[in-house]
């Protein structure tokens, strides 16, 4: 069942784009005209300034000005899918990001403004959460630690992908411009921030359904988790590995036992959900020339499908697939014969005749692939509006963590096994008696493939001792077909910063790509 958060971009807070937008652009106007002070002061009015602080969460699929949806994003760079689309001149950033040659013009340049708009919101959020009111206090920390969070994430974001990049905890005034931090100093800024948020403990661990969409106290155990773990944070890894255990010792959360229910609309926010962005045909504002950043749906499903399908599948289809993201042969066979993953993982379309567009298998995204049952209720175009939520926490990966914290820390192999073995079950595979590093990230692999999280665990592993396979410079090395021709290196972590937003700010400093 659709659970919902409703989203309304743009309602309460102006877009803010750091160092490159004229100063109106930055004022915060209310509808009723009234200042500020006076109209935030109920609770459905600061709910509405929080709601806008969620918002930017929608955006990157297509936020009118380009198509960077996160899944593809951290996928182009790893080692399961080809790029696609028309050719290779079509969403060329991706190309060149997907070789390791990307530059300032060929970056994934939106998600700059993405998410300094979320941060931008999220702190105004937090100041008016403490302003004068007819307001609880429990709904002012409430409203308080949902906003910090969500700056914490948005944050970890922009650092996962670009690293070295400004910093600021309160809005800007004139000339707009914060200090460019270093990839460590952002973390170390941000790490003492998610420590004090998930002590306060004001987020319950889950929301009750109504409020699906919120962020949680389990949402922060796994940021801290995937932020520790990137960072590669030896002194931090032993908390990382009791907030995981917290998880797993926690009734609200379990394995849902149906890995294809997963993908469903009937699997959204079920047990094994720890956090997901809500997106909703039914209410869709999004379509071709309407005001940008409309709520609605997701143009993904869109995106990763094959061209010119003449239906079957429980698909319409038509020219409605763009040919982005086909899956490799490769990848496909790397599952055992009788793994349940497999076929939900991946859409076989063997047998269906369709236009064929560029580095095209006949395979393609199967947990985000579009159906007709997803998108009937629009009332606006449907190619952009499917109502397929994106995963970011699933339970699987509480277990997958904590199977890796334990042998990082030197816990208990056996028990490290046990979490894989509740993982390999739900596929059908036989359990494991040991397991190594490499095991875990393998079957991270096997379970995460296309929810844009294998590049990072690649990119992660060369800095985890006694990883021998399962790393970036083994896995991100050019290909037989002469389409990935470069070989990652430790300066493809973090990708270039736009050329627009260089210019825009002068003392910034463009990463050594």
């Known amino acids: 069942m659709k659970k919902h958060m409703i989203i309304i971009a743009g309602f309460c807070a102006a877009v803010f784009m750091l160092a490159s937008c ?24 600061l709910n509405e300034a929080l709601t806008s602080a969620y918002a ?3 955006w990157p699929d297509w936020d009118n000005a380009a198509y960077n949806d996160l899944t593809i994003d951290g996928e182009i760079m790893g080692d399961d899918f080809w790029v696609g689309g028309a050719n290779a001149t079509d969403n ?23 998410f300094y708009s979320g941060i931008k919101r999220c702190n105004d959020a937090i100041k008016y959460a403490g ?38 905890l309160e809005n800007l005034s004139l000339p707009y411009t914060a200090p460019q931090l270093t990839a460590d100093e ?47 944070d030896t002194a931090r890894l032993p908390q990382a590995l009791t907030y995981m255990k917290q998880i797993i010792g926690d009734s609200s959360y379990s394995l849902n036992p149906d890995f ?32 940008a950043l409309n709520a609605g749906g997701t143009v993904f499903p869109t995106l990763c499908s094959p061209n010119g399908w003449g239906g079957g599948e429980g698909w319409d289809g038509g020219n409605d697939g763009w040919g982005f993201l086909p899956v490799k042969v490769e ?32 395979l393609w995204h199967g947990k985000y692939r579009p159906q007709s049952e997803n998108n009937k209720d629009c009332p606006t175009s449907k190619n952009l509006n499917y109502n397929n939520n994106k995963r970011i926490y699933r339970y699987a990966e509480t277990l997958l963590n904590a199977a890796e914290l334990l042998l990082e820390t030197g816990g208990s192999a056996s028990e490290a096994a046990g979490y894989v073995n509740e993982v390999r079950a739900r596929a059908g595979l036989d359990a494991l008696t040991s397991v190594t590093l490499d095991d875990i990230l393998n079957e991270r692999h096997l379970e995460f493939c296309g929810e844009g999280k294998r590049y990072f665990d690649l990119v992660r592993a060369e800095g985890i001792s006694g990883v021998m396979t399962e790393k970036a410079t083994v896995k ?38």
Not at 27 to 43: A, F, I, Q, R, S
Not at 92 to 114: S, V
Not at 264 to 289: H, K, L, M, P
Request: aromatic residues 16%; proline residues 5%; negative net charge.
């Open 22 to 45: 004229s100063d109106e652009f930055l004022e915060v106007k209310n509808p009723t005209g009234e200042p500020l002070e006076e109209y935030y002061t109920t609770e459905e009015t």
């Open 56 to 58: 930017p969460l929608h």
């Open 92 to 114: 060329e950033h991706w190309h060149k990001l997907f070789n390791f040659e990307g530059n300032g013009n060929q970056t994934l340049a939106t998600l700059w403004g993405d």
């Open 131 to 168: 302003w004068p009111g007819n307001v609880s206090d429990s709904f002012r920390r409430s409203m308080e630690m949902q906003a910090r969070l969500l700056r914490v994430y948005y944050y970890n974001i922009l650092w996962h992908y670009y690293g070295n990049v400004p910093f600021y």
């Open 186 to 232: 952002i973390y170390n800024q941000l790490l003492p921030e998610l420590e004090e948020i998930i002590a306060s403990n004001v987020l319950p661990m889950r929301w009750e359904a109504a409020e699906s969409g919120r962020v949680s106290q389990a949402f922060a155990y796994m940021l801290y988790a995937e932020m520790v773990m990137y960072q590669n």
């Open 260 to 291: 294809a229910d997963l993908w469903s609309e009937n699997g959204e926010w079920c047990s094994e959900s720890i956090f997901e962005i809500n997106y909703n045909d039914d209410q869709a504002q999004r379509d071709w020339g309407a005001a």
């Open 331 to 362: 990848t496909y066979n790397m599952y055992a014969e009788n793994d349940k993953r497999r076929d939900v993982t991946i859409w076989d379309v063997h047998g269906y005749t369709y236009t064929e567009r560029y580095q095209d298998t006949h």
């Open 476 to 513: 991100l090395v050019p290909d037989t077909y002469g389409y990935r021709t470069n070989s990652w290196t430790p300066s493809k972590k973090h990708i270039p910063l736009a050329q627009s937003e260089l210019d825009a700010d002068p003392t910034l400093v463009q990463n050594n790509y």
